[in-house]
């Protein structure tokens, strides 16, 4: 049995495109149904345009613009379908990669740019309100998903959550991957969650390697059954349809923005890139593997469906040049980055003034007026 | 109006007076609840202000740091108790590589008043693990704040400045001390609570420390007086950043500096701080900086203790030595 033909596993959307529910996502058809044409579209164009931001960002990094890009390829279902399943007002986690899940928030794709390019350690704000309430970028697997649950339990202390009104609870959605769940952080995360009813939803995208150790050195049961030990409620999906991700996410979210407490959700998806620039996929895994996944493409499947409910070539057009533009002006803007000054490595260590950072700035000016003024 | 407390009091009634003046304030750690921490430092604060302000947690140290940046960026001040010294290695990544650093990846947008109260050092004959001087991990860290009060009236006020703080801060309660009694002006904070203090004038050597260590020195000031030396003692109380202003007028005074620590010496605070000192008074200087620290050894069995940390008499030895240049 592989991990698709888990009974469990929640899919809507055949491989091909075809509308064909397992028996599993029979409850979340309702939802789906609910989804309005342009909505669907929506999904569409998110996927496309990433994924042209993020070959464009896989070759900037190529040509030297970028220290390291994170692909984000074949996974866009999963985070377009989770993203689009958060409201406004609820808070959201990423790890790295997730580049749609910052984008469809508002986060300006340039500011993962700059974070890859060097020029920051974050990029955007989280509390300016164009973000979205859409966290920066952590790099140190499952950290976050502690983060977030605590956020989750201010929630929880504030009455956010579970007030009987949708318009108004508020939850969190914090990403992570198949490698981060072996983290203690994760664990942790989840045993806070579980004791403080936390609304949060921990969407795990097992994208079956962490760098090169498949997913089996990483656990002999299937993740999302871990959640269960906690007292979590927890689900496993097909990452790489983008509706039973899309449904399964806003019906978690929903009840844990009512007040439900925590639940888990496991999206099945493969990363059909490198784990990033870095590394070389070809030394850990068959082209057979890659064959196989790449026809499950999230892309190729929902085009599928979407030509066969009568979209038009026009929108598909105008999807790919969407894409194409984006990943247009990315290139233009990451050329014209400029530099940063060196009085920002002391600028925001501490919010208050500290001794030691003074001096050593002071001294620094020093010392450049010092060869300024040799140089003279 | 002032009180006679001891240390453990003292910070339980500053506790108490920053949960009663800021609502955003709220205590979490293990076994902090009903049964008021292993040293009844929280004791009654559940009672008074409620499970939701005073958070008996699950026994996760690297969960309770983790989502007391959560809590934070929600706009919470979170206060937590690490339950002792050695425990708050689970959570060092959650300090070092997270709550040190959120503000600066947030170039200032987010900030992190997140307080960690550690009961830490020796003279208290515990087991392993119970018994550690971790100043130095944190005080190389960027982005934390390291203090460490040695009386009440410190403890009393700087828990709640520390609370204050928009920065994180990691306070070291010296645990040997928690039984110590002093007078606790509970009207007027006496020092900023990155300042050093002066507590004891002398004319011939400077001796330093923090923590359970200034009770000794001022031990050792006491015989050394009764043998014809004077020496001038320092409370460091800020360990990151440390307030030279105090140590280096002394030490252009005395010509002398002894500093003593409880933690091993190798690459420490003292050993920062005796390079600084000499960098910055090197001509005022009659002998080098002298440290007397613990050995650099695991902290040993509690029955060897006594022979591991500095006492009075140790650090006599190194006021001889530096007498003696």
Redesign the interface.
Same mark, same amino acid.
């Given at each position: 049995m592989t991990p698709l033909d888990d009974p469990a596993l929640v899919r809507v959307l055949a491989a091909d495109g075809t509308l064909a529910p397992t028996p599993a996502a029979e409850r979340y058809l309702p939802l789906i149904d609910a989804l309005t044409d342009a909505e669907l579209e929506t999904f569409y164009r998110d996927m496309v345009s990433i994924r042209a931001f993020d070959v464009q960002a896989t070759n900037l990094q190529r040509q030297g613009q970028l220290a390291l890009w994170p692909p984000s390829f074949g996974q866009e279902a999963a985070q377009v379908g989770s993203a689009r399943a958060a409201r406004a007002q609820d808070h959201i986690f990423p790890s790295y990669r997730e580049h749609v899940v910052t984008r469809i928030r508002g986060v300006d794709p340039l500011d993962i740019i700059r974070l890859m390019r060097g020029l920051?350690?974050?990029g955007w %704000?989280?509390? %300016?309100p164009k973000n979205g309430n859409t &966290? *920066?970028y =952590?790099l140190?697997l499952g950290?976050q =998903? $502690?983060? /977030?649950?605590?956020?989750?339990? #201010? $929630?929880v202390? %504030?009455g956010k959550c579970g007030t009987g009104d949708p318009e108004r609870d508020e939850a969190v959605i914090v990403y992570y991957g198949d490698g981060a769940s072996s983290q #203690? %952080?994760v664990h !942790? /995360?989840m045993?806070?969650a579980a004791?403080f009813q936390t609304p949060e939803v921990f969407f795990l995208q097992n994208n079956q390697w962490a760098i090169s150790v498949p997913v089996a050195t990483q656990s002999r049961s299937p993740l999302y059954k871990r959640g269960e030990g906690y007292g979590i409620p927890s689900t496993q999906v097909d990452g790489n349809d983008v509706l039973a991700s899309y449904a399964v996410s806003k019906l978690a979210l929903d009840e844990a923005r009512a007040g439900g407490g925590p639940r888990a959700i496991e999206a099945m998806t493969y990363r059909m890139g490198a784990h990033t620039t870095s590394d070389d996929p070809t030394k850990y895994r068959t082209s057979d593997e890659e064959k196989a996944w790449a026809g499950r493409d999230p892309i190729a499947r929902m085009r599928a469906f979407l030509e066969a409910r009568g979209a038009s070539r026009q929108f598909f057009d105008d999807a790919d040049a969407e894409g194409a533009a984006l990943a247009d002006d990315v290139r233009v803007r990451t050329n014209e980055l400029g530099s940063i000054p060196r009085a &920002?490595m002391f600028?925001?260590?501490?919010? !208050?003034a500290?001794? $030691? *950072?003074q001096e050593e700035q002071r001294w620094l000016d020093d010392y450049e007026a010092s060869m300024e003024g040799g140089a003279e | 109006m002032s009180e006679n407390l001891p240390i453990s009091r003292a910070l339980n009634a500053g506790l108490r007076r920053a949960l009663e003046t800021n609502d955003r304030v709220l205590l979490m750690g293990e076994d902090i609840g009903p049964l008021g921490g292993v040293f009844r430092v929280t004791e009654g604060l559940q009672k008074d202000f409620g499970p939701r302000r005073v958070i008996d947690s699950p026994l996760a140290e690297s969960g309770i740091v983790g989502t007391a940046i959560g809590l934070a960026m929600g706009g919470f001040r979170p206060v937590l108790e690490i339950q002792f010294d050695g425990f708050v290695f689970p959570a060092f990544d959650q300090i070092t590589s997270q709550l040190a650093k959120i503000t600066n990846r947030h170039e200032g947008a987010v900030r992190m008043p997140v307080v960690i109260r550690i009961p830490y050092g020796g003279h208290i004959g515990a087991v392993e693990h119970h018994q550690e001087s971790p100043e130095a991990y944190f005080t190389h860290t960027a982005g934390l704040r390291v203090v460490s009060p040695s009386n009440a009236n410190d403890a009393y006020w700087m828990i709640q400045q520390a609370i204050d703080s928009p920065d994180p801060v990691v306070f070291l309660e010296p645990k040997a001390k928690y039984w110590q009694k002093g007078e606790v002006d509970l009207e007027a904070p006496a020092l900023p609570l990155h300042a050093s203090r002066v507590i004891r004038r002398g004319t011939d050597v400077t001796l330093v420390g923090h923590g359970a260590m200034v009770t000794t020195l001022l031990q050792a000031a006491a015989l050394a007086e009764s043998e014809g030396t004077s020496c001038e003692v320092i409370d460091l109380r800020s360990l990151s950043p440390v307030d030279y202003g105090p140590l280096l007028d002394s030490v252009r005074r005395t010509g002398r500096m002894v500093y003593a620590q409880e933690a091993p010496g190798f690459t420490s605070l003292g050993s920062e701080i005796a390079a600084t000192v000499m960098e910055k008074a090197f001509f005022a200087l009659e002998a080098p900086v002298l440290r007397v620290s613990g050995f650099d050894v695991p902290f040993p069995p509690a029955k060897l203790e006594g022979t591991y940390l500095p006492d009075a008499d140790r650090i006599l030895e190194a006021v001889d030595r530096s007498l003696a240049y």
């Open positions: 920051t350690h974050g %704000d989280p509390t %300016d &966290h *920066i =952590t140190v950290a =998903t $502690l983060h /977030a649950t605590g956020l989750g339990m #201010g $929630l202390f %504030d #203690g %952080d !942790e /995360a045993v806070f004791s &920002h600028e925001s260590v501490y919010s !208050e500290h001794a $030691l *950072i | -």
